[in-house]
């Protein structure tokens, strides 16, 4: 998962879904630039476009995208259903219900 940010390259998707609340993403095409932080460091430049969720900086947003990585994580199948389903209701609301560490 990704939080709403993909960076594809340059033409190679019409649209993308958010991968968190499933939205179509605002899109930015035709980037030239690094797209990760190990790529500017080697100097690769491609080109590419830049997918973001218009809600992947609010908090609703971030918690839901944290629990479906924690349902990822946990070996549990029971705690897992538990993440996904208060990820899915938080996606519904769009309200957060635990304030949570924006830095984490
Ligand atoms: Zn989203």
């Known amino acids: 998962m990704s939080n709403g940010n993909f960076t594809p390259d340059a033409d190679s998707e019409k649209s993308m879904k958010c991968d968190v609340c499933d939205i179509d993403m605002e899109v930015e095409r035709?980037?030239?630039g690094s797209t990760s932080f190990a790529s500017s460091m080697a100097g690769k430049?491609?080109?590419?476009d830049h997918?973001?969720?218009?809600?992947?900086?609010?908090d609703w947003h971030l918690q839901a995208y944290q629990l479906f990585k924690e349902a990822e994580n946990t070996p549990?199948?029971?705690?897992?259903?538990?993440?996904?389903?208060?990820?899915?209701?938080?996606?519904?609301?769009?309200?957060?219900?635990?304030?949570?560490?924006k830095w984490f």
């Not at 029971?78 to 635990?98: D, H, M, P, Q």
């Open 76 to 101: 549990s199948g029971i705690l897992s259903g538990l993440l996904e389903r208060e990820a899915a209701s938080i996606i519904i609301s769009k309200k957060a219900t635990k304030q949570i560490n």
């Open 30 to 32: 035709g980037i030239f």
């Open 51 to 58: 997918f973001k969720c218009k809600f992947r900086d609010t």
């Open 45 to 48: 430049k491609v080109k590419y």
